[in-house]
Each structure stands twice: as C-alpha cells, then as structure tokens.
C-alpha cells in the first residue's frame, strides 16, 4: 500500500513538472506578445498599410458621413468590411478621441479575451485549469507572427474572432435554447464584423444537424443577425455597400503569395498541428459531441485559410482564427502527451524539447520577436516632426495624397486615394484614374507624402502588382517637386507654373463598370 501510494505521488509531481514546465516555455513568447501589443498603443504612427485605411473608414461615422460610398468616384478608397469594427471604433473615437490607440485597444482587449475563450474551452472537461492555461499561451505565443501583433493593430480581425470563438464556447458549454440563441447571434456579429468569418455559423449549424429544429433555427439566427443589418445598409447606401464589400473585395488570386505566406505559417503553427494531431488520432468526436463541435470549427476555419492565404493582399491576420481553433486542440493533445503514465515520459520529454525548438530555435518565435522589436522601437519612435507635419496636413488648402496615410487621417482629412486597392481595380477594369490624374495635373494636390522618394515609389510592388496605379505615379512624378525629408517622411509640394509633361486625360472616357 505504501509502495502504490509512492507511485501515485511520483505520477503527480511528474505531471506537475512536465505542466509548469510547457506553461513556463509558452509564458515567455505569450508575454512578448502582449507587451509588443501593449507598446503599440502608445505609436502615433500607423504600423500596418490598412490601419489608415480603417481609421478613416471609421471616422466617416464620427463625421456623419455615410460610411459606403461608391467606388468609382472620390474619395477613392474601400470601406471593405462589414460595419460593426467601423461603428465600435467610431464610438471609440468619440469617446476617447483621435488617434490609433482607442481602436488598437479595442484589438488587444478582444485578443486577450479570445485566449481565455480558448483556454476556457480547450479545459472543459478535458483537465481544467492546464489544458486551459496552454492553450491560452500556445494561442498568444503562436498566433501572432511578426513586429506588430495583430492584435495591437487598428484592424477589424480581433473583435470579429472573438465573436466566433464566443459563440463556440457557449455552445461547448451548453444546448440549452437560450444558449443556442446568444451564440447564434455571437456568430451573426462575428461575420457582420468582417464577412469571411462564417465558421462559427456553419459549424454550429452542421454540428446540430440531428436536431434540425435546433440547427434551423441557430443557423436562421445567425443569417438574420448578419443578412439584416447587411440589406439595410446596401438600400440606404444605393448598393455601395455591395461594391465595397463584395465588388472591391474579390482581389486575384496568386499563388507566390500562399508561398510567401506559408513558411512564416509552418514556423509559427507546426508545433500547435502536430499536438492537435495527437489529440485528432483518439477521434474524440465518436465519444465527446463537444469535441465534435470543436473538430467541426477547426475544419471550417482550415478550409477558410487554404482558399483566402493565395489571395491578394493576403497576411498573418488570415490564420489568426485558425490558431485560435488549433490552439484548443493542441492543449487536449499536450494533456495525452503530458498523461500521468510511465509509458509516456517520452512523449512528454518530447513535447518540452519541441516547444524549446519551436520557440528558441533557428527561426524560432523568440528570435524573431526579439529582431522583430528592436527593429520597430528603431523605426517608429515618438518625436515632434511627425506631429508637426500632422498639423501641416491639417492646414493645407490643397489636396493632399500620402502613403503611409496615417498624416492624412490623423489630420481628420478623407483619404484622396488608397493605392493598393485602385491599382487592383484599375488592372481589372473598374476604376480609371482620369479624374484624379486631372487634379494632379492642374495643382490641385498641394501636398505629397511618402514613406519613399517619388521615384522608389514608381518602382515597389509586392512582388505581382505595383503598389500605385501607374497613371497616377507618373502624374506625381511630373507635377510634383521635392521640398524635405521630416519624421521619415518625404514631402512634395507642386512645381510652380504649368508642367507640359503633365497631360490631363479626358475625364468623360466611359469605362466598364461592374454594377
């Protein structure tokens, strides 16, 4: 009796050992995280190309402005999510003020919920408080690549995966009907936040298909809570919403972009697919309905990565939810790894060894936050110029064309033009730039604002398309004089006088539009 109780306990501190062990290997890289996140507040500057863009985007509901607007004429820029990111920032933004932070809080506080969602589900009935705790880290540790994490950005992605995994997690905790209501209307919000987030709907409606009363009225619960607001807009907006949601959206697809995409993904999520294979080869689903639920969630958001990572302007943000859904297996598999059995020391041995690869290793996540931070704290420190030239944007009388175009909507201006997006639509026919290569032309941009020198500018790309239309560079380049250098930013300003190499095109050129 002694000798067993002996056992017993030597199984506990091992358990113990391995747990605080894997807990202390993802605390570190989980902690880098939300601190870079916590650093990105405080940036006046944009840190990613779209943060501009949806700042601006939200600040046409501050101003009254309709929030979808056609796409064929000015302002030239794509509101390209559904609205309820806009609407929470708007409301932000009047209560906090100007500036990225109150949206980038926004982001961080629905990162952090997201873990504990995953955590909350990953432990029930599954071990409780250390699968939980694993599968929070291992979501933050390893969910989000590169010097800013997605979720300290001003980007719509954050709320909208927190929508979705809340609406899994009260469906994992109960069926009752008030609960299928509110995660029905979680997944609504979750695809009215941005329109690509249908997991959690589909999931839950096929995981409920035996009760098709019950999966009915979940999935006609969800539609409504999405469809509604949606037709709402699209009357009120004379179908621009459609244009911008739908019509603007549907990029090209390439496939060097899923190869640019696909190491940083296979360095950051192997570990996590490998412990969630561990777990998937018990087929949990055949004696757990919540585990199918989950496995059903994965699925879903496994196909949503591998049809949107090979699409233009495709980033890290596009397995954020995948992460979240991988991150809950992954913990259930650790716990089968990590059990209190001698047979498997191995396993759990190996499980440490893979977490310190993964994390400190060549290429590891560890090192490349490190290199990541201190190349961000070099490049986008506080300093007076660029709230300086903040205050110029605001004062020019002109027009004023800027990328980054954090000056311009800081400065509470509309943007004039998003080069990226116009590019795309202008390569496929449903934007010609004649009217604004006409305001450039007669000097009527008083001021250009660059990350680059004009000419740089002409030549980037992003590895398939340019990242300007090409009409409007060579107006700029002809009518536009460099005047300085401030905050890293170069300045245009309009050559005197009429510029001959300058040619204004006729405005009234028909040109394809989709309706």
């Known amino acids: 009796m002694r000798a067993a109780d002996t056992f017993v306990l030597t199984r506990g501190k091992w358990r113990a050992v391995v747990g605080l062990a ?6 570190v890289p989980a902690g880098v995280t939300l601190a870079s996140a916590a650093w990105a507040l405080g940036q006046p500057v944009g840190l990613d190309y779209a943060e501009a863009v949806v700042y601006g985007q939200a600040m046409r509901i501050v101003s009254g402005d309709p929030l979808y607007q056609p796409i064929d004429g000015p302002p030239y820029t794509v509101a390209a999510y559904t609205p309820l990111y806009y609407w929470l920032a708007g409301a932000l933004r009047l209560v906090a003020g100007a500036g990225f932070w109150p949206g980038r809080l926004l982001s961080l506080v629905a990162g952090i919920a997201t873990a504990a969602m995953v955590g909350v589900t990953a432990g029930r009935r599954h071990g409780g408080a250390w699968p939980a705790a694993c599968a929070a880290l291992l979501f933050l540790a390893l969910g989000f690549p590169g010097p800013f994490p997605w979720l300290g950005l001003y980007r719509v992605d954050l709320v909208g995966v927190a929508l979705s995994v809340a609406a899994i997690a009260v469906l994992a905790r109960s069926s009752a009907p008030r609960a299928v209501v509110a995660a029905s209307v979680l997944a609504g919000l979750a695809m009215l936040c941005k329109q690509t987030l249908i997991a959690a709907a589909l999931a839950g409606t096929v995981w409920q298909w ?20 949606c037709l709402v807009l699209q009357v009120a907006s004379n179908g621009a919403f459609g244009q911008n949601t739908v019509v603007a959206n549907v990029n090209p697809f390439n496939a060097s972009i899923a190869a640019g995409l696909l190491p940083v993904f296979l360095q950051t999520q192997w570990l996590p697919l490998l412990l969630a294979a561990v777990y998937l ?5 055949h004696h757990d309905r919540d585990a199918a639920l989950v496995v059903l969630y994965w699925g879903v958001t496994s196909v949503s990565l591998v049809v949107g990572i090979a699409k233009i302007g495709a980033n890290v943000n596009y397995w954020i939810e995948f992460a979240a859904a991988t991150a809950i297996l992954a913990a259930r598999g650790a716990v089968l790894l990590a059990s209190t059995t001698w047979r498997t020391v191995a396993g759990a041995a190996a499980l440490i060894v893979a977490l310190g690869v993964a994390l400190a290793g060549p290429g590891g996540t560890l090192r490349t936050f490190r ?11 506080r300093n007076a110029e660029f709230d300086a030239l903040v205050e110029r944007v605001r004062r020019e009388p002109g027009g004023v064309l800027a990328e980054p175009m954090d000056v311009v909507v800081l400065a509470g201006r509309p943007m004039l033009l998003e080069p ?12 010609r730039p004649d009217a604004l290569v006409a305001r450039i032309c007669r000097g009527e941009i008083g001021l250009l604002v660059l990350g680059y020198p004009v000419e740089v500018g002409a030549r980037m790309t992003d590895g398939l398309y340019a990242l300007w239309p090409a009409p409007v560079m060579t107006a700029l380049q002809s009518r536009m004089l460099f005047e300085s250098v401030a905050a890293a930013r170069y300045v245009y300003t309009p050559r005197p006088g009429p510029e001959p190499g300058c040619s204004v095109p006729p405005v009234s050129s028909p040109w394809p539009m989709l309706e």
């Open 420 to 431: 990226f997006i116009y590019n795309l639509l202008l390569d496929a026919g449903r934007w």
């Open 22 to 27: 894997v807990l202390a290997c993802l605390a």
């Open 371 to 381: 290199s990541d931070v201190r190349a961000m704290v070099q490049e986008t420190s």
């Open 281 to 285: 080869a018990t087929r949990p689903w």
């Open 210 to 229: 035996r009760e098709w009363r019950t999966a009915s009225a979940f999935g006609g619960s969800a539609l409504l809570t999405f469809v509604v607001p």
